[in-house]
């Protein structure tokens, strides 16, 4: 089974109930909890700070439990290699995104119109 971040979680709990073989895709590492840009001061509101630093240590520590579940773990880079020893002390595998470029192959046509989309369609990114 392949399993990857859910909507609330880095890690899901779907990886604690699974029976079967897990591998977890990890995709990126929820920087709102690492970053200094991204912490409180405790100066502005003492309150919130207090919150958000439990808040962002309880989601870490339940990631990190989550992770320990799979069987074995992929991410699409390097850099997010080291990004999730750095920061979670577990050990990962690259496994580069890739396409078969025979069979994938640019056509040499006019075209009309391009598309590009990022993310997914949910309340919070306005789509």
Do not use: W
């Not at 773990?73 to 690259?94: G, H, Q």
Request: charged share 30%; hydrophobic share 40%; proline share 3%.
């Amino acid at each position: 089974m392949i399993v990857h971040s859910s909507r609330s979680l880095q890690a899901p709990f779907l990886l604690r109930f699974l029976k079967s073989k897990k591998i977890y895709y990890c995709q990126e590492i929820s920087h709102i909890m690492y970053d200094s840009v991204m912490k409180y001061r405790k100066s502005e509101r003492p309150v919130q700070y207090i919150y958000d630093t439990l808040a962002r240590f309880m989601e870490k520590t339940i990631n990190i439990s989550n992770m320990k579940f799979a069987d074995k773990i992929l991410v699409n880079s390097r850099f997010l290699k080291r990004e999730l020893t750095k920061f979670y002390k577990i050990k990962s595998e690259v496994l580069l995104p890739g396409v078969d470029d025979i069979f994938f192959s640019p056509k040499k046509m006019k075209r009309d119109i391009d598309i590009l989309f990022i993310g997914s369609m949910s309340y919070e990114s306005g789509e």
